[in-house]
């Protein structure tokens, strides 16, 4: 007759086996895939006018005219977005942001979708107005093989976290 403490003993190497092959079989977790840039270039054209990307990427528009643009999102309610610099809403009706030559504006999508927004000229610039439009798809396993660089930080320096657009930014 073995006593307790023995058969406790005798039963640690295979328990200790069976802990190891637990803790093996299951691996280290997979490596998140680092969220990236996407540009949109505004000129005479938008480019690219349809823009596939990743959720939680950064989608930057670059104001390569020589007057200021907004872009606008006519459905503000409907955008989650993780992080976002230059857009703000002046009313419940839009998400918009006005954008000097050479300077940019952008936002991180935080769900799936497709989302839909106009550029337009400033209307101060004397010149007749034009409207262009553009859509951003949110989509998995997004090709993200388009014009990427490292993300930026927010205005702030960091991200401001899941938000959605009916809250005015300051």
Same mark, same amino acid.
């Given at each position: 007759?073995? $006593? #307790? ?15 190891? =092959?637990?803790?093996? %079989?299951? #691996?280290?977790? =997979? ?11 505004? #000129? ?7 823009? !596939?990307?990743?959720?939680? +990427?950064?989608?930057?528009?670059? !104001?390569? /005219? $020589? ?9 503000? +309610? ?6 976002? %610099?230059?857009?703000? &809403?002046?009313? =419940? ?19 799936? /979708?497709? *989302?839909? *927004? ?7 610039? /004397? =010149?007749?107005?034009? +409207? ?14 388009? +014009? &990427? ?7 702030? /320096?960091? %991200? ?6 009916? &809250?005015?930014?300051?």
């Amino acid at each position: 007759m073995v $006593s #307790g403490a023995k058969a406790l003993c005798l039963l640690c190497p295979a328990l200790g086996m069976l802990a190891l =092959a637990a803790g093996c %079989s299951s #691996g280290p977790p =997979a490596p998140k895939q680092p969220h990236r840039v996407h540009t949109v270039n505004i #000129g005479q054209t938008v480019e690219p006018g349809q823009i !596939n990307v990743g959720r939680g +990427d950064e989608v930057r528009w670059l !104001n390569q /005219g $020589s007057q200021p643009v907004a872009v606008i999102f006519p459905k503000p +309610d409907s955008i989650l977005v993780t992080c976002r %610099s230059g857009f703000r &809403t002046p009313n =419940a009706k839009m998400l918009s942001a006005l954008i000097a030559p050479n300077a940019s504006a952008s936002l991180c999508f935080a769900e799936h /979708g497709k *989302y839909n *927004y106009s550029i337009r000229d400033n209307e101060s610039a /004397g =010149a007749a107005q034009t +409207d262009r439009s553009g859509t951003v798809m949110i989509v998995a396993g997004a090709d993200r093989s388009t +014009d &990427t660089v490292p993300p930026a930080a927010t205005s702030t /320096g960091q %991200s401001t976290g899941v938000q959605p657009m009916e &809250t005015p930014n300051p």
